[in-house]
């Protein structure tokens, strides 16, 4: 049973690394979003949509979500953040949940999320 990994990036000036890692019943992706150009609302946009196409390829979903971290640069977008997260999440099978504020690795990124699941 090997790894599988998703998105991974080989860029100059960047560390090496994948988003999404899975292994038998266990699948882990974290992520930024791509055009940090855009508010809090359209960067946490991207990184759900970004989490529904490894989910996918991974064989899993929503309903599998076992662990949920997240980074906010700016607290006061928590309330936002909640928002979308419960609007995207299988409200039936939510998972465990943390939020902090934290230094982000450049200065137009808002959001960085990691999510666990099974599969």
């Known amino acids: 049973m090997g790894l599988e990994r998703f998105g991974v990036i080989d860029e100059l000036n960047r560390p090496r690394i994948?988003?999404?890692l899975a292994r038998g019943d266990w699948f882990?992706?974290?992520t930024t979003a791509r055009d940090r150009?855009?508010?809090i609302r359209g960067q946490i946009k991207q990184v759900l949509l970004t989490f529904d196409g490894?989910?996918?390829e991974a064989?899993?979903?929503k309903s599998s979500l076992l662990t949920a971290q997240v980074w906010l640069k700016h607290m006061r977008d928590f309330?936002?953040?909640t928002e979308m997260w419960n609007g995207w999440i299988?409200?039936?099978n939510p998972p465990t949940f943390s939020c902090v504020r934290a230094d982000m690795s450049t200065a137009e990124a808002l959001v960085e999320i990691r999510?666990?699941?099974a599969r």
Do not use: P
């Open 90 to 92: 299988d409200t039936a």
């Open 54 to 56: 490894y989910m996918a």
């Open 79 to 81: 309330d936002v953040m």
């Open 37 to 39: 150009s855009a508010d």
């Open 18 to 20: 994948c988003l999404g």
């Open 115 to 117: 999510i666990g699941a």
């Open 59 to 61: 064989g899993c979903d």
């Open 28 to 30: 882990t992706v974290c």
